[in-house]
């Protein structure tokens, strides 16, 4: 049971390259999250989804992307990377009807 | 706005001695409360929340935290800090909305450091 993976751990990217990080969870939750973390900014909402099939967007969705196809994958893109994009990528997954979220390890990323 | 604050950015202890992290919170109802802990290049881990019910609530790791309605805060205890609990520390509250997705708003984070 490897609860919520995050593919892959670190990355460098050249502005204007593409990339697509994958969280993938095993727990069958409903709700995925992907969150940024800044130095002094806690964590931001990027996107979510509350369900296969649906997206939507957070706080701060500008230059990325996501899909849902499957339920257990959640998908973020970035199609033209920016400096202001390194950051360190979570993804969260949460059971309705609880509030609790489960964290992946993280995916850091860097932009040239 | 629905905000998270935690008012000290970095906290240095001795180990063994005691902790208090601060977080205040501001949300027009009853706030669903949780203190997560990261440790460096890991991702974040539950250490304990708070829905209802009583406003002591023990966590994992020998952490506690307590509700104070009065005061918007949640504050994160420890009577004795070990080496191992460097780490920094993230308080949330759960912003509810009617399109359900119930999004974590998160404080900027405390990160403590233990001296031996």
């Known amino acids: 049971n490897a609860g919520v993976t995050q593919t892959p751990k670190f990355r460098v990217l050249k502005t204007g390259q593409s990339m697509t990080l994958l969280c993938a969870q095993d727990m069958n939750h409903e709700y995925m999250y992907w969150y940024r973390q800044d130095p002094g900014m806690g964590l931001r909402l990027i996107h979510y989804?509350?369900?296969?099939?649906?997206?939507a967007k957070g706080e701060v969705p500008d230059g990325y992307n996501v899909s849902r196809l499957k339920k257990q994958n959640f998908l973020l893109g970035l199609e033209s990377a920016a400096p202001s994009q390194t950051s360190v990528y979570f993804c969260?997954?949460?059971?309705?009807?609880?509030?609790?979220?489960?964290f992946g390890p993280g995916t850091r990323l860097t932009v040239t | 706005a629905q905000s998270v604050t935690q008012p000290d950015i970095h906290i240095t202890v001795s180990e063994g001695a005691s902790l208090e992290l601060r977080c205040n919170y501001s949300?027009?109802?009853?706030?669903?409360l949780f203190w997560y802990v990261q440790s460096p290049g890991q991702g974040l881990q539950l250490l304990l929340k708070?829905?209802?019910?009583?406003?002591l609530v023990q966590g994992i790791k020998g952490f506690e935290a307590e509700f104070k309605r009065s005061q918007s805060s949640f504050n994160l205890r420890k009577p004795s800090v070990h080496w191992s609990d460097a780490a920094e520390y993230f308080c949330a509250v759960v912003s509810l909305f009617s399109g359900g997705y119930n999004k974590l708003i998160f404080g900027a984070g405390t990160r403590l450091a233990v001296h031996p």
């Open positions: 969260a997954t949460r059971d309705n009807p609880s509030y609790e979220q489960y």
């Open positions: 989804s509350v369900g296969e099939g649906t997206t």
């Open positions: 949300y027009g109802a009853t706030p669903y």
């Open positions: 708070y829905f209802s019910g009583d406003t």
